[in-house]
């Protein structure tokens, strides 16, 4: 009778011992996340300028520049270190096992000293990956996105904004957004600069290298706002994507 008591003791102080082991693993948080990274390509134009410091490339004609550079996620952390970020997760999504790229985020700025007036279409532009996976850029709202469906208010709208607290969330998301991505048919005239954000659906974690394409770039416009002059440009980006331990990233 007592080696029955003393087993059954020793089964339970097993199984609390088990229990608590469980509690401390779902307790610990997943010190995972998948980072990407972005450098510049080679190019076969001298049109094409790279700076080794913060890894932009810049199209230059004629004084004309239209520099473009790739913003990390921790970049665009620190940017906007808040709960109204619309550009970065930061938490682990546990179907995966890690921190998730939201999008891919590339700035853009527009100088122009030299031409009348020129204009750089965001809907034009589109990411090619090695794999042959074509990414089209988000539009501010539905009604604003034309020829693709991807947009940041229907993204945003689809992931819940039920409560008081969401909506005003939602609501700060979307005046983020509005302010920082690069908007349709803003001309730039002679003396100007205009930047702003274009944002692609993440890339895969196989990605090796991506082409950022921003076709008919106009130039010179004749009569009636016509373009009169067009080119198209490519910028190159070699791609370093994996799964990185979060304190080897922070670091």
């Not at 589109?126 to 990414?135: A, I, S």
């Not at 890339?203 to 090796?208: A, F």
Request: charged content about 20%; some cysteine.
């Amino acid at each position: 009778m007592i080696n029955v008591k003393r087993t059954k003791a020793w089964l339970l102080v097993g199984a609390a011992a088990l229990l608590l082991g469980v509690g401390c693993l779902s307790l610990t948080p997943i010190q995972a996340m998948h980072k990407v990274e972005l450098e510049p390509g080679v190019t076969a134009s001298g049109q094409y300028e790279v700076n080794p410091v913060d890894g932009s490339v810049s199209y230059v004609h004629e004084g004309l520049r239209l520099r473009v550079e790739h913003l990390s996620a921790d970049m665009l952390d620190a940017q906007i270190p808040g709960v109204e970020n619309p550009y970065v997760y930061r938490h682990v999504d546990y179907d995966q096992g890690f921190v998730p790229q939201r999008f891919t985020i590339f700035q853009l700025t527009l100088s122009n000293p030299t031409f009348d007036k020129v204009l750089a279409e965001p809907q034009r532009c589109h990411l090619v990956t090695d794999r042959g996976k074509v990414l089209r850029p988000y539009a501010l709202t539905r009604t604003s996105a034309t020829g693709d469906p991807r947009n940041f208010e229907t993204y945003w709208l689809s992931r819940g904004v039920q409560s008081g607290n969401a909506q005003k969330i939602y609501l700060e998301r979307m005046a983020v957004l509005r302010g920082a991505i690069f908007q349709p048919n803003s001309f730039v005239f002679k003396g100007n600069t205009y930047s702003g954000k274009l944002a692609f659906d993440p890339l895969p974690l196989d990605t090796e290298e991506v082409v950022l394409h921003l076709d008919r770039l106009v130039l010179e416009f004749g009569i009636y706002d016509i373009p009169k002059t067009q080119t198209d440009l490519e910028f190159r980006f070699a791609v370093d994507s994996r799964i990185v331990d979060a304190g080897v990233a922070a670091r």
